[in-house]
């Protein structure tokens, strides 16, 4: 059963940073591209950020040089760094195995405001 479970949210002023983390079980980590999505209150599930099994990164224009995924294939864990939050990326964050959500696991909360 593929089972991902995020943390590291929190509430932060804009300007703040984050580092969110995500495990996973339940299916071979390494061969798979994994994403991050997200979802603010009343909007759809929204893509910010890829990461493919060779390592190679892509993002939206709109978190372009703000998040940097990263990933961890021996303990089968991926990472989201987020500068310069704005209260605009306030959302539940989910890691999943699509750009679409795909098995995303309960959601970590980020609340960006002052």
């Known amino acids: 059963e593929v089972q991902l479970r995020e943390s590291g949210g929190g509430s932060v002023q804009p300007g703040g940073s984050l580092r969110l983390s995500c495990a996973a079980s339940g299916f071979t980590f390494s061969r798979y591209g994994m994403s991050w999505v997200r979802q603010a209150p009343g909007r759809e599930l929204e893509w910010v950020a890829n990461?493919?099994?060779?390592?190679?990164?892509d993002y939206p224009d709109f978190v372009q040089g703000r998040f940097t995924i990263s990933r961890d294939d021996i303990n089968a864990k991926l990472y989201l760094q987020m500068n310069n939050l704005q209260p605009e990326d306030t959302a539940v964050y989910y890691c999943?195995?699509?750009?679409?959500?795909?098995?995303r696991g309960p959601g970590t909360q980020v609340t960006v405001s002052s």
């Open positions: 990461i493919y099994s060779s390592g190679y990164t």
């Open positions: 999943a195995r699509d750009r679409k959500g795909r098995d």
